[in-house]
Every structure is written in C-alpha cells, then in structure tokens.
C-alpha cells in the first residue's frame, strides 16, 4: 500500500518518523485551546477537534498521498481567526465576525480550496501573488505571534505614551518562567533534539508547578494528567448557527471585508500546503522530474482537514513544516503520517495536561471588566520560538528592488504594530500594486493584487476600522 520497500524505507523507520513529526508538532495541542479561548470558544471543545480534524487529515494524506505529512491548525491561522476574524483586541465598534460566523468562514474556504485542488486552478491562484508579498506576510504573522508571545509571558507591559514597554522584572516570577522556558527550548533546539517545542513547554510546567510549592504561589494545579476527552458538543456544528448571519454580513456594506477574509484564508492555506508540500517532498527525495506525484491529492486531503476541523470547531487545518524532522528520521511515506494521525488521536486522552497548561496563570483582575487577567509562560516561549522560525522567509526578498521590498516591509511591520493580519495584507497588496503602477512596470503586479488593492482602499475609504 505504501511502496515502503521501494522508497528505501522501512516499517520501523516510518513508525519512527510518525513519531517523531508528532513531537515536533504536538505543541499546537497546547496552543490552540488557550487561542482560540480568547474568541469564547470553549478550551475543551477546541482541543477535541483539533486532535480529531487533524488526526482524519493526517490518515487521508497518508492513504490517498502517500506522503509523510502531517497536518494541524497552522500557525497563523489561527491568531488570525481569533485576533482579526473574531476583532479579539480590536478597536470598540470595529467590524468582527463571532467565532460561529468565523467557522463558516473557514468552512467556506475549505470547500473553496477542496474545489480548486479537484479541478486543478489552485496554482493559478498562488501563483497569482508575489514573492515579496508571500515573505511579507508569513515574516508579519511571525512577528504578531512572537509579540503575542511576549505580552502571554508578561515580559511586556502597557505604556501611556509607547503603548508597549519591557515589564519590571523584580519579583516578575511569570516572565522569569518566560525567560527560562526560552532557555531551555533554544538549548533543545540548538542541540536537535526531536520535539524540542514540546519538551521545552513540558519542562516550562513542570518549573511552573514547582515555582509555585516553592514560594507558595498560585501557578500550576495539578489534577489529573489523563482524562475522558470533553467539550466537543459545545463547538461541533458551529458554523451552522454562523452562516446565517455571515450571509447577512455579506449582503451589508461589509461585504469586501466578508470577501477579504474569505480571500486571506484560502490564500494561507494554499501559500502554507504548497510550500510544505513542495518543501518535505524535496527532502524526502520524492520529487520527479520537477513534478510531485499526486500532488492534487495531497492538497484535497489538506482542505477536507480544513472542512472538518471547522465543522468540529477550530481553526484551518494545513500541512505542517515540522514533518521534514519526521522525514530526517527516516520516514518516506504516507505510513509515517497515519502514524502521527493515531498519535493525534491517543492525544484525546491527555486533555488534563492540555487544559492544565493552557488554561493559564491569573495576575489579578481587569479594573473595567472584573475577568481575571491570564498569563501563559508555558506557552508564551513556543509562540516567540515560532515567530522566530517564520520570519526567516525575508531572505527570499529581494531587498535591492525598493518596489518589491518596501511592500514586503509594509506588509510585515504593520501586523505587529495594529494588532491585525489582514491591515498587514492590505497595505501590502496597496503599496505593491501602486509601486508597480507609477514606475511603469504595470505587467510585473498580477491583476488579482490591483482588485484586491483597489477594494481595500475603498474598504478604509468608507467604512469604519
């Protein structure tokens, strides 16, 4: 069923790397309850279909590819579902979508992606947008997550005038955690060892717990680390109850943002699926003459993941970079990625430990809303150590053509700085499209960029932020 033989490979060598790509990922197991949280989605639901939408994905890449893929809510996604799709941080009276009408959202894509992958235009579309805005966008996201990382593990706090300063670090016990869960990952990663990301949040908790029967402080409570799995009947058939009021949305003047959002879904699931796809293949020795075998089939199996995992409840569901360290084990077919799948799948049962790390450290309550204020230092060091792993896309940029720079540049400041994807997409579409334009080298921007450009500057031409 696998060519096993025929790829070099064998049983134990793709049980192995089935393995080892789990560890790499595994900590989007922690990560995502405690984000998507944030939208009111409930931490035990989010995690259940995450582990159920991505394990069904994982098995279909493995059966109908064959290749040693894994797939999870990708990173990015899903703070763009929280922090732009749902407005989470956002301006009061700024336009948002619940995080039903986000799943229908997301569930829209899927289909939209599933149907290009079936009939084959899903390359007239990535091809459609330009290097330097595909480096932009994936350093941005970087940057936004790494910032986020650094606010969860209260190494910054708020500033009356720079809205953002280095927070005291005297009896600052939350960001010392921080700080040593960095430590210890950047250790593990320099050193290669397999899951590093995991290990390194693992070790954080443990810290954690033991910071607090130290100084007898409330940090970690320990109950149980294995568990019934539960919460899933609360996010499972969501975007149900969304796609009524997302068409109401549509049919509104809100509609270009409707399309904008529905737009930068399908654009990341494809920009991250391909590259993944193309960039594992490669390692794995799987390419031929140019050309990956199969590769429809791989890219329908990423956006089934993405249809289910918004029926059940979470973000975008997309192949993960981290299954090269599956390969570098050995690992050279789908076998590998049926493995992770189960992996995924036995994962259910620690949903404890998940909610015990993830659930956060209270400091205090918010003065305005009375909610307790929750830190994340076991998470915040994944989220930094992540963000770092994705800038690394600027060195594709070519930096010597202001023109494709400067929108690259845009693009990835202005994530961070306004606190949302899409404005870091939008005056990156806009600045590219107008350099192209008043230099005469109107052929070298797709038309696709000038539409989108020229409905984003309407967007913030006459409607609110």
Request: aromatic fraction near 10%; charged fraction near 10%.
């Given at each position: 069923?696998?060519?096993?033989k025929?790829?070099?490979?064998?049983?134990?060598?793709e049980?192995?790397?089935?393995?080892?790509t789990?560890m790499?990922?595994?900590?989007?197991?922690?990560?995502?309850?405690?984000?998507?949280?944030?939208?009111?989605?409930?931490?035990g639901?989010?995690?259940?279909?995450?582990?159920?939408?991505?394990?069904a994905?994982?098995?279909?890449?493995?059966?109908?590819?064959?290749?040693?893929?894994?797939?999870?809510?990708?990173?990015?996604?899903?703070?763009?579902?929280?922090?732009?799709?749902?407005?989470?941080?956002?301006?009061?009276?700024?336009?948002?979508?619940?995080?039903?009408?986000?799943?229908?959202?997301?569930?829209?894509?899927?289909?939209?992606?599933?149907?290009?992958?079936?009939?084959?235009?899903?390359?007239?579309?990535?091809?459609?947008?330009?290097?330097?805005?595909?480096s932009?966008?994936?350093?941005?996201?970087?940057?936004?997550?790494?910032?986020?990382?650094?606010?969860?593990?209260?190494?910054?706090?708020?500033?009356?005038?720079?809205?953002?300063?280095?927070?005291?670090?005297?009896?600052n016990?939350?960001?010392?955690?921080?700080?040593?869960?960095l430590?210890?990952?950047?250790?593990?990663?320099?050193f290669?060892?397999?899951?590093?990301?995991?290990?390194?949040?693992?070790?954080?908790?443990?810290?954690?717990?033991a910071?607090?029967?130290?100084?007898?402080?409330?940090?970690?409570?320990?109950?149980?680390?294995?568990?019934?799995?539960?919460?899933?009947?609360?996010?499972?058939?969501?975007?149900?109850?969304?796609?009524?009021?997302?068409?109401?949305?549509?049919?509104?003047?809100?509609?270009?943002?409707?399309?904008?959002?529905?737009?930068?879904?399908?654009?990341?699931?494809?920009?991250?699926?391909?590259?993944t796809?193309?960039?594992?293949?490669?390692r794995?020795?799987?390419?031929?003459?140019?050309?990956?075998?199969?590769?429809?089939?791989?890219?329908?199996?990423?956006?089934?993941?993405?249809?289910?995992?918004?029926?059940?409840?979470?973000?975008?569901?997309?192949?993960?970079?981290?299954?090269?360290?599956?390969?570098?084990?050995?690992?050279?077919?789908?076998?590998?990625?049926?493995?992770?799948?189960?992996?995924?799948l036995?994962?259910?049962?620690?949903?404890?430990?998940?909610?015990?790390?993830?659930?956060?450290i209270?400091?205090?309550?918010?003065?305005?809303?009375?909610?307790?204020?929750?830190?994340?230092?076991?998470?915040?060091?994944?989220?930094?150590v992540?963000?770092?792993?994705?800038?690394?896309?600027?060195?594709?940029?070519?930096?010597?053509?202001?023109?494709?720079?400067?929108?690259?540049?845009?693009?990835?400041?202005t994530?961070?700085?306004?606190?949302?994807?899409?404005?870091?997409?939008?005056?990156?579409?806009?600045?590219?499209?107008?350099?192209k334009?008043?230099?005469?080298?109107?052929?070298?921007?797709?038309?696709?960029?000038?539409?989108?450009?020229?409905?984003?500057?309407?967007?913030?031409?006459?409607?609110a932020?």
């Open positions: 069923m696998f060519d096993i025929a790829r070099g490979s064998s049983v134990g060598r049980i192995i790397g089935g393995l080892t789990f790499a990922m595994s900590y989007i197991l922690f990560v995502q309850p405690a984000v998507l949280a944030k939208a009111g989605m409930d931490e639901g989010v995690f259940m279909a995450t582990c159920i939408s991505s394990a994905a994982c098995i279909l890449m493995g059966l109908l590819a064959n290749y040693p893929i894994a797939l999870a809510p990708g990173m990015g996604q899903n703070f763009f579902f929280v922090f732009t799709l749902c407005g989470v941080g956002a301006a009061a009276g700024a336009f948002s979508l619940t995080w039903q009408e986000a799943l229908a959202l997301t569930v829209i894509s899927g289909l939209l992606f599933l149907l290009l992958s079936t009939i084959g235009l899903r390359s007239h579309v990535l091809n459609a947008i330009p290097d330097a805005l595909k932009g966008i994936a350093a941005g996201i970087g940057m936004f997550i790494a910032m986020i990382g650094f606010q969860w593990g209260n190494l910054l706090k708020p500033h009356p005038v720079t809205l953002l300063s280095v927070a005291d670090m005297s009896g016990y939350l960001a010392l955690l921080t700080l040593a869960g430590g210890v990952t950047l250790l593990l990663m320099a290669n060892v397999r899951g590093a990301i995991l290990l390194g949040i693992l070790i954080t908790t443990a810290a954690a717990w910071a607090g029967r130290l100084w007898d402080i409330e940090t970690v409570q320990v109950v149980a680390l294995v568990g019934v799995p539960e919460g899933l009947g609360t996010t499972a058939g969501g975007f149900a109850a969304g796609l009524g009021s997302l068409g109401g949305k549509f049919f509104s003047k809100h509609w270009i943002d409707v399309i904008g959002f529905a737009f930068i879904l399908l654009f990341m699931d494809l920009f991250d699926t391909v590259g796809l193309v960039g594992v293949s490669k794995a020795g799987l390419v031929r003459s140019g050309r990956l075998p199969r590769a429809e089939r791989a890219l329908a199996s990423d956006a089934a993941g993405t249809v289910m995992g918004g029926v059940l409840g979470t973000s975008t569901v997309t192949s993960y970079i981290e299954s090269i360290t599956g390969v570098q084990a050995g690992a050279r077919t789908g076998l590998a990625a049926v493995v992770a799948g189960i992996c995924l036995v994962a259910l049962l620690f949903q404890p430990l998940v909610r015990m790390v993830g659930g956060g209270a400091m205090g309550t918010d003065a305005v809303t009375g909610d307790p204020i929750l830190r994340y230092p076991m998470i915040a060091p994944a989220l930094i992540v963000g770092a792993m994705m800038i690394r896309a600027i060195r594709d940029i070519a930096w010597d053509d202001i023109t494709e720079s400067l929108p690259a540049f845009l693009t990835m400041v994530m961070p700085f306004t606190y949302s994807i899409s404005a870091g997409i939008a005056i990156g579409f806009i600045s590219y499209a107008f350099g334009l008043v230099t005469g080298r109107v052929r070298q921007c797709p038309m696709i960029v000038y539409v989108f450009a020229v409905l984003w500057v309407l967007r913030y031409a006459f409607l932020p």
